[in-house]
């Protein structure tokens, strides 16, 4: 069993920044990739940004140059840098977690959800 623990959001103005954290632990054979994904009211979610195992990294266009992902393979954590917020970026910001099994299978870990919320 996995559990994943969030930390960060909260409310900041314009043109601030934030930082989240998500850590796994429990039974890991490995790790396929680490990401984290939004939704705002009204919205589906989206992929905010996503770091795979060998260092490849993929983001939304919106946040390209403000957002940087990172993971510390050693702790099994994943992080997000999010600078120069903007009101379009107030969303849940969920943890996932792509683990691959001992037997070769693929499963998706979720968080329960950190709120950001960028308003002056």
């Known amino acids: 069993q996995v559990q994943l623990v969030e930390s960060g959001g909260g409310l900041v103005q314009p043109g601030g920044s934030l930082r989240l954290s998500c850590a796994a632990s429990?039974?890991?054979?490995?790790?396929?990739?680490m990401g984290w994904y939004r939704q705002a009211p009204g919205k589906q979610r989206e992929l905010v940004a996503v770091?795979?195992?060998?260092?490849?990294?993929n983001y939304k266009d919106s946040v390209k140059g403000r957002f940087t992902i990172s993971r510390d393979n050693a702790k099994n954590t994943v992080n997000l840098e999010m600078n120069s917020l903007k009101p379009e970026d107030t969303a849940v910001y969920y943890c996932?977690?792509?683990?691959?099994?001992?037997?070769?299978?693929?499963?998706?870990?979720w968080g329960q959800g950190n709120q950001v919320t960028v308003s002056s």
């Open positions: 770091i795979m195992s060998i260092g490849y990294t």
């Open positions: 429990g039974i890991i054979y490995s790790i396929n990739s």
């Open positions: 996932n977690v792509n683990v691959r099994t001992g037997l070769g299978r693929l499963i998706d870990y």
